[in-house]
């Protein structure tokens, strides 16, 4: 009989948190990247109105509740 391995429950835990954590880093890193190629394209200092700021926020929060019900499995 094959025996399963039980996994510690703070391994997972750490292991959700390094991964999200690089996920964000990466995401955030692009993120500057492409206002920055934006602000040189108008040649510019890169800034963000408010309207885009709400926007922006608007949207990492939909993110995050998606990433939210993503194990409901509805």
Same mark, same amino acid.
């Given at each position: 009989? !094959? !025996? ?22 990466? &995401?955030? *890193?692009?993120?500057?990247? *492409? *206002? ?12 963000? &109105? ?21 194990? !409901?499995?509805?």
């Amino acid at each position: 009989m !094959e !025996e399963l391995e039980v996994i510690p429950q703070e391994t997972w835990k750490t292991k959700a948190l390094v991964i999200g954590g690089v996920i964000g880093l990466l &995401s955030g *890193l692009l993120a500057a990247y *492409l *206002l920055i190629q934006r602000a040189e394209k108008q040649n510019q200092m890169p800034e963000l &109105s408010a309207g885009e700021g709400v926007k922006l926020g608007v949207l990492v929060f939909g993110l995050l509740r998606q990433v939210a019900v993503l194990g !409901e499995g509805k």
